[in-house]
Each structure stands twice: as C-alpha cells, then as structure tokens.
T-cell receptor, first 113, second 112 residues
Framework: NAGVTQTPKFQVLKTGQSMTLQCAQD?????MSWYRQDPGMGLRLIHY???????DQGEVPNGYNVSRSTTEDFPLRLLSAAPSQTSVYFC????????????FGDGTRLSIL | AQSVTQPDIHITVSEGASLELRCNYS??????LFWYVQSPGQGLQLLLK??????LVQGIKGFEAEFKRSQSSFNLRKPSVHWSDAAEYFC??????????FGGGTRLMVKP
C-alpha cells in the first residue's frame, strides 16, 4: 500500500525560484490538504480540497497555490520562494467527515536560500 | 476558532516509567480529538482518536487517552514507556469539515 506519496523528499531553492511539491494518494480519499511544520508551532494548514475541482485556503495560504484536477493528486506550488517558506511540508488525505483520521505522507524538507 | 495547547514542549522520562502528555483544546461543540506521533524524519502516525462514547479511548502501541469535557482536556497516557516511544507527539482537534488544528507538539525523550 503506497498511501500518501510526496516528492521530492528534499529540495533546496534560491529566493525567487518557483517549484511544485507533488502529492498523490491511492486511497480514493475526497479530502486532501497541505500543512507546513515549523519548530514549536505544530502543523499549520496551508490549503485544502474537499474534492476534484474544489480548493480552499487554510491558516497560512500566502505564497502558495494549489489545484485539484484529479482525486489522486494535489500539488502545492511556490510561485516565488522566500526564506520564510523554509519548512517541512506534509500532505494528508482522508475520507470526508470530522471523525476520519488523516493519513500523512513522509514530508518534503524545503530550504530557501 | 478552535485551538489546541500542549503545555509541555519537552518531557524526559525513564524507561519503564509512566507517561502523561497534556493537551487542552478550545472548541465550541463536541470536538473530534486525535493524538499523532512523529518519529524523526517521518510523517505523522495516528495513535488514537475520540469523537463520541466512552471517554477513555485505547490506541496503538499501548497508549490511551481520556477526554474530560469539564477540563477541555485530552491527555495521553502510557503505563510503562519503552525507549522506542521517543518521538514527538501532537494533539489535534477537528471540526466537522476535516480541518485539523494541531498543538505545538511535545518532544518525548526516554532515559535508559
């Protein structure tokens, strides 16, 4: 079982560069989301999607863009990377409903120089 | 708005000792509550969840948690800690729409 797959695992960017973090799930989950993890702050929600074609902003959406063209994929785009976006990024998926646990990928460690 | 507080940033316990990690939440209705564990370099793994019924819930790896509505708490416990339990633990609350709010995490270290 692949579960939630994130690529790449590590990435170093220069300020101003753009890149896309990939996320794919094979569990046919409707709900997908992106979090960033920073020391002492837990995980904070960036963007989420409740189904193909539907996305919405979370707590910290500025500087990030998402789209959901298929159920399986939910890429996160950094349009112009800034040092403040240095973080570990996690993608998660779940069935719809507040009681459903979210399944997390292994994360992407991103450094912006 | 919902929020979660984990008052202890770091906790060190001896192997074999009991463990309690604290979690307090703020949410208007009956919450959906979760505990996740993160080993170094890994994603988050679900330990247990509460959404209704018995206020004492059992999870994987010998962990349990108790929901106390009067105290707005959902503390995680384990009777005897193993060295492999060293990790970071996150408490989270969910609204009906899947949006998880996490606490800041508690890093557990286990002394031999």
């Amino acid at each position: 079982n692949a579960g939630v797959t994130q690529t790449p695992k590590f990435q170093v960017l220069k300020t101003g560069q753009s890149m896309t973090l990939q996320c794919a799930q094979d569990m046919n989950h409707e709900y997908m989301s992106w979090y960033r993890q920073d020391p002492g702050m837990g995980l904070r929600l960036i963007h989420y999607s409740v189904g193909a074609g539907i996305t919405d902003q979370g707590e910290v959406p500025n500087g990030y863009n998402v789209s959901r063209s298929t159920t399986e994929d939910f890429p996160l785009r950094l349009l112009s990377a800034a040092p403040s976006q240095t973080s570990v990024y996690f993608c998660a998926s779940s069935s719809t409903g507040g009681s459903q646990p979210q399944h997390f990928g292994d994360g992407t460690r991103l450094s912006i120089l | 708005a919902q929020s979660v507080t984990q008052p202890d940033i770091h906790i060190t316990v001896s192997e074999g000792a009991s463990l309690e990690l604290r979690c307090n939440y703020s949410y208007g209705a009956t919450p959906y509550l979760f505990w996740y564990v993160q080993s170094p370099g890994q994603g988050l793994q679900l330990l247990l969840k509460y959404f209704s019924g018995d206020t004492l819930v059992q999870g994987i790896k010998g962990f349990e948690a108790e929901f106390k509505r009067s105290q707005s708490s959902f503390n995680l416990r384990k009777p005897s800690v193993h060295w492999s339990d060293a990790a970071e633990y996150f408490c989270a609350v969910n609204n009906a729409g899947n949006m998880l709010t996490f606490g800041g995490g508690t890093r557990l270290m286990v002394k031999p």
